[in-house]
């Protein structure tokens, strides 16, 4: 044999090494290969449509959309600019087979948390689709793409205001999201049957996104997020609305102001379900729509500082009592009552995460319209 045919012998030998490794890496990787159901997670995914909008929004006056000490963009400091819109994206399946979805994140994070899990697995966002259902995914008003108003913070810096007018931002450290989403007792040690990936809680810490919430909204102290998430419903003509954590009551917010566009409300582990609060006519307007309601495991295991567990799931117990009481349909999951141990808070990013997304398209297959 020549040395030129030696020479692409062992090119093409070469090629088809990395082919195989990349194809045994696809198909066959930890963070490739869970399959809950088979051809559920696999081959291409096919979409009749992909894309992004806003939802509402107000275009305002402000004298301070550059700050005083910007020397190196001399922007206009005056001028009109847009606040309070909501960024979504969104997924349509070629062939649709349920109703569709809007996921909405809870504090600190934005939609990403949707996507892919920490360590690089399928989030629900993918996953829903595969499943049939066109799926939205906002970013909170003030949070991540949706944008937020800097008009407090240039006047703070130009001496406008007072330094104690600047916005407030919450940011959870390692430690504090390790306790606060019920990962184990204390950081770097996980509970046994733990379902998050803990390698990755860095990677977690990546996504987490400073949350301002209502400091940052016109007129000030007014949450528009469940205001937009019923604009959103409206819009695409019906959907099931999916809210976690600080959003975990969001569903039911953007409901007493517009059921128009919601056919289903889930709330993942909300602080409250508000039980104690809302009126009987409030009780009267939820009860209209199927309601769903989920908790991980390890709700008492912890010592938490921000978040009381068992009292958000008596509470979320006493309010799905109570829109049954009024004709409703209210159900809720607790996941170690149903025979699924060790999910925590950030249960759509656990490693079981396809098995209690099936676990909820199970129940709005059988609850909505």
């Not at 004298?63 to 600019?81: M, T, Y």
């Not at 938490?304 to 409703?328: F, H, K, S, T």
Request: aromatic content about 8%.
């Amino acid at each position: 044999m020549s040395k030129l045919s030696l020479i692409k012998a062992a090119a093409n030998s070469a090629l088809a090494s990395v082919l195989a490794f990349v194809m045994v890496s696809t198909y066959s990787g930890s963070a490739q290969a869970q399959d809950h159901h088979a051809g559920g997670t696999r081959g291409p995914l096919v979409l009749k449509e992909q894309g992004m909008f806003y939802v509402g929004g107000d275009v305002v006056h402000t004298d301070w959309a550059n700050g005083p000490r910007n020397g190196l963009f001399a922007a206009p400091r005056s001028g009109d600019i847009a606040i309070n819109q909501m960024y979504v994206t969104f997924m349509v399946p070629q062939v649709q087979r349920g109703v569709p979805i809007i996921l909405m994140h809870g504090g600190n994070l934005s939609g990403a948390c949707y996507e892919t899990t920490p360590d690089g697995r399928m989030g629900w966002y993918e996953y829903f689709a595969r499943k049939g259902h066109a799926v939205y995914l906002p970013d909170q008003v003030s949070r991540a793409r949706s944008g937020f108003d800097l008009t407090p913070f240039n006047e703070v810096a130009a001496g406008v205001r007072p330094p104690t007018a600047v916005p407030n931002l919450l940011v959870l450290t390692k430690a504090g999201s390790w306790q606060s989403f019920r990962f184990g007792p204390s950081l770097g040690t996980a509970f046994p049957d733990e379902q998050f990936p803990v390698e990755a809680i860095d990677e977690l810490a990546k996504q987490s996104i400073p949350d301002q919430n209502a400091d940052q909204q016109q007129p000030p102290g007014i949450n528009l997020t469940p205001t937009r998430l019923a604009e959103l419903g409206v819009k695409i003509g019906g959907a099931v609305l999916v809210g976690h954590s600080e959003s975990g009551f969001y569903p039911e917010l953007a409901a007493l102001q517009n059921t128009a566009g919601l056919r289903g409300l889930i709330s993942i582990e909300p602080a409250s379900c508000a039980a104690a609060t809302l009126s009987k006519e409030q009780i009267a307007k939820l009860a209209k729509l199927p309601t769903l309601v989920v908790f991980g495991d390890h709700l008492a295991d912890v010592s938490n500082p921000i978040l009381n567990w068992p009292a958000a799931l008596a509470d979320c117990e006493q309010y799905v009592a109570e829109i049954n009481q009024a004709g409703g349909v209210a159900t809720m999951l607790h996941l170690p009552a149903a025979g699924v141990f060790g999910n925590s808070h950030m249960m759509f990013q656990d490693k079981n995460n396809l098995q209690v997304g099936d676990m909820i398209l199970s129940w709005i297959d059988e609850h909505v319209e």
